[in-house]
């Protein structure tokens, strides 16, 4: 018997290690634009913040290559050229070229763009 994952969208995330929480947040809360969903630990100072798709977890002295190697994270929108917009005003590049298009296997059209946040791990948004 083959399993299927039944996947709920409303809690998938990707737990993100990050030296320096409150810049990260501020990148993802106010360029990315993603709601905060909850925090853990002492309200003041989170050790875990979890918004739309990732949890930002703090680990300021914490060697991070020790806990394996991360290529992007990828976030789904409907609105790729505002949150484009958003990012090269908060002075970020884009790499490449800047959005480009692709064909799915499917033919379904796709916008792509790559950037990275302010821990320099590298970020997709794609929208269909």
């Not at 994952?5 to 737990?15: G, M, S």
């Not at 290690?17 to 809360?29: M, N, Q």
């Amino acid at each position: 018997m083959t399993v299927r994952a039944r996947i709920v969208p409303d809690y998938l995330h990707t737990a993100l290690r990050v030296r320096d929480l409150e810049k990260a947040l501020a990148f993802y809360r106010d360029v990315m634009g993603l709601n905060i969903q909850r925090s853990g630990g002492d309200p003041a100072r989170p050790n875990s913040v979890w918004l739309d798709g990732i949890q930002l977890v703090r680990a300021e002295t914490q060697d991070t290559a020790e806990k394996g190697v991360l290529d992007h994270i990828g976030f789904s929108v409907a609105n790729l050229d505002e949150i484009v917009a958003s990012v090269q005003a908060a002075g970020i590049a884009v790499e490449g070229t800047g959005v480009r298009e692709t064909t799915l296997p499917n033919g379904q059209k796709m916008r792509l763009v790559f950037f990275r946040d302010p821990e320099e791990n590298r970020i997709e948004v794609t929208e269909r």
